[in-house]
T-cell receptor
């Protein structure tokens, strides 16, 4: 398996522009997570889905952020409008939620976002 | 999920065992202990997890104290490629969230 695939690897945009990050989870996994990592705040969970349904979006910083999972093989994280403080590495992870407490997270390589 | 406490940094000589401690004194009976590591600029990587018993796999060993209030991740023969940030996480069963703390930065030196 190719693992969790994220695109783009790097994104540079100007303040006010819309940014869309994409994620393809591992085939057969039924949970998907979006994390954000900065030096100041570390690795933060933004939102996670189970069977394509958003379960907990309490980590989404504000209404400018939205995430969708239209099917089991694709998810997007959108920022509109983007701001310089959104600059971070965004990671997508997936897992197979089958056996209680035994889910392992598999992370993608991340998207490095720079908002100028 | 229970809170974990880890030392911010540790050094280890190449070829020696690296012992990374984690305190989780408020752990509940249904919470597992997970370890992940993050090598610079990569996504975190799963290492090992356990509930009560000690566990071993091809990457590491996990020693959990009898009262489950602390654990130690052991890399038996550390290499330079093991230099990374190591995260200890505890999580309830049937819950999707994994909350990462600050972790321990392990530096393996020649």
């Amino acid at each position: 398996d190719a693992g969790v695939i994220q695109s783009p690897r790097h994104e540079v945009t100007e303040m006010g522009q819309e940014v869309t990050l994409r994620c393809k989870p591992i085939s057969g996994h039924n949970s998907l997570f979006w994390y954000r990592q900065t030096m100041m705040r570390g690795l933060e969970l933004l939102i996670y889905f189970n069977n394509n349904v958003p379960i907990d979006d309490s980590g989404m910083p504000e209404d400018r952020f939205s995430a969708k999972m239209p099917n089991a093989s694709f998810s997007t994280l959108k920022i509109q409008p983007s701001e310089p403080r959104d600059s971070a590495v965004y990671f997508c992870a997936s897992s197979l939620r089958a056996d209680r407490g035994r889910e392992k997270l598999f992370f993608g390589s991340g998207t490095q976002l720079s908002v100028l | 999920d229970a809170k974990t406490t880890q030392p911010p940094s540790m050094d280890c000589a190449e070829g020696r065992a690296a012992n990374l401690p984690c305190n989780h004194s408020t752990i509940s009976g249904n919470e597992y202990v997970y370890w992940y590591r993050q090598i610079h600029s990569q996504g975190p990587q799963y290492i090992i997890h356990g509930l009560k018993n000690n566990e071993t796999n091809e990457m590491a060993s996990l020693i959990i104290t009898e009262d489950r209030k602390s654990s130690t991740l052991i890399l038996p023969h550390a290499t330079l490629r093991d230099t990374a940030v190591y995260y200890c996480i505890v999580r309830v069963t049937n819950a999707g969230k994994s909350t990462f703390g600050d972790g321990t930065t392990l530096t393996v030196k020649p």
